[in-house]
């Protein structure tokens, strides 16, 4: 065997008894990041997780899941870190950076038919057992230090007004929101350590239980509806075949400002968890707003560095030009001009119809 191949690695961190009787492997990715399930003979569900990265980049992403997950058992409360993939083992070998993980039970929610947690008489149980993990994972992790308003929203929103073209109307809605907010931590503005990337694609569903994987953006400081806002824009988008530009636009649509029964599921999952979380109803419109001008800047951050483009971050025009250029993994939910769900230009054109918040 091959002395630099992950699978090398991957044997030595099994524990011994894993090691008798050779187990099966799944590949998921193999760059920049290589993701494998591991199967014990015979057995249809997977036992763990191995991830493994040589590019320094990629190796910090895991150094730090590797610390959220380990911070996040040491303080979980009861039964909560059965929800959590729990590290076992981390290993190097011929500059290759290895962890692997347990693996949790279930399929992921993105993977499901729709109706089955979706539908009419199910989304709202769905729900319901979404926002008590979130609960149970901000209490979990704690709150941060000290952060101001304008660490938390002011600067991405600066980036925002640079880097897209708003319209009058947008920079009113934003600015409006901004200023409209107290400061963190007061004034029924709460801040918790966020997810970061909560979706149905991370989320596992076992026969009514939920299990929740990739914590490599996790406990960063954020507003507590963040989270949810995004799990809910995404909840059938990433659960449809198709992912069209009018798709997106037609789901978000449906979660946030709709009349149906996703909507009804989504407006209380807001209210219940903002209950929980004692943020003030008053607040709910401005944080989803600021929601996604925070989601934004990330995703284009994320890509500029996937691509290397960081340098080109005050000449946004030739930035644009670049990411145009390149792969979409970000871009469709972040081009305002692409009119895609979760942009502040579409929330200023369905307003009157925004069904989380009583007018």
């Known amino acids: 065997m091959n002395e630099r191949s992950p699978e090398n ?7 011994e008894a894993d090691r008798v009787g050779p187990p099966t492997y799944l590949i998921l990715r193999a760059e920049p990041t290589f993701i494998v399930l591991v199967f014990a003979r015979g057995n249809s569900s997977p036992r763990y997780v191995f991830k493994a990265a040589r590019e320094a980049a990629a190796v910090e992403t895991l150094e730090q899941e590797h610390c959220v997950l380990s911070d996040l058992i040491a303080h979980a409360p009861a039964g909560f870190g059965d929800t959590l993939p729990r590290p076992i083992a981390r290993g190097e070998q011929s500059g290759l950076v290895g962890y692997l993980t347990s693996a949790l039970p279930g399929t992921r929610m993105k993977d499901l038919p729709p109706g089955r947690i979706f539908g009419p008489s199910t989304a709202g149980p769905t729900l319901g057992r979404v926002t008590d993990w979130l609960a149970d994972f901000y209490e979990s992790a704690g709150t941060p230090g000290a952060v101001g308003r304008e660490a938390l929203f002011g600067e991405a929103v600066e980036k925002y007004m640079k880097w897209f073209q708003v319209t ?18 007061a004034g029924g503005l709460p801040i918790c350590r966020g997810h970061g990337d909560f979706s149905p694609a991370n989320v596992l569903w076992d026969d009514g239980r939920i299990g929740v994987i990739d914590f490599e953006f996790a406990l960063e400081p954020s507003p507590p509806l963040d989270d949810l806002f995004h799990f809910l824009a995404s909840m059938r988008s ?28 989504a407006r209380d999952a807001v209210r219940g968890l903002a209950e929980k979380m004692s943020v003030d109803s008053g607040l709910v419109e401005k944080l989803f707003v600021l929601a996604w001008v925070r989601y934004a800047i990330r995703s284009v951050e994320l890509q500029m560095r996937a691509l290397g483009l960081t340098g080109l971050a005050d000449d946004p025009e030739r930035l644009w030009q670049r990411l145009d250029a390149g792969h979409e993994e970000f871009l469709p939910v972040t081009r305002i001009g692409g009119g895609i769900c979760g942009n502040v230009r579409q929330h200023l054109e369905m307003r009157d119809r925004f069904a989380l918040v009583s007018r």
């Open 9 to 15: 690695l991957l044997t030595r961190l099994l524990p």
């Open 238 to 265: 990433s659960t449809s075949a198709g992912n069209r530009d009018a798709q997106r636009r037609a789901f978000f649509e449906e979660a946030f400002y709709g009349s149906g029964h996703l909507s009804r599921a």
């Open 168 to 185: 009058a109307e947008e920079r009113a809605l934003i600015l409006e929101s901004l200023e409209g907010l107290p400061e963190p931590g």
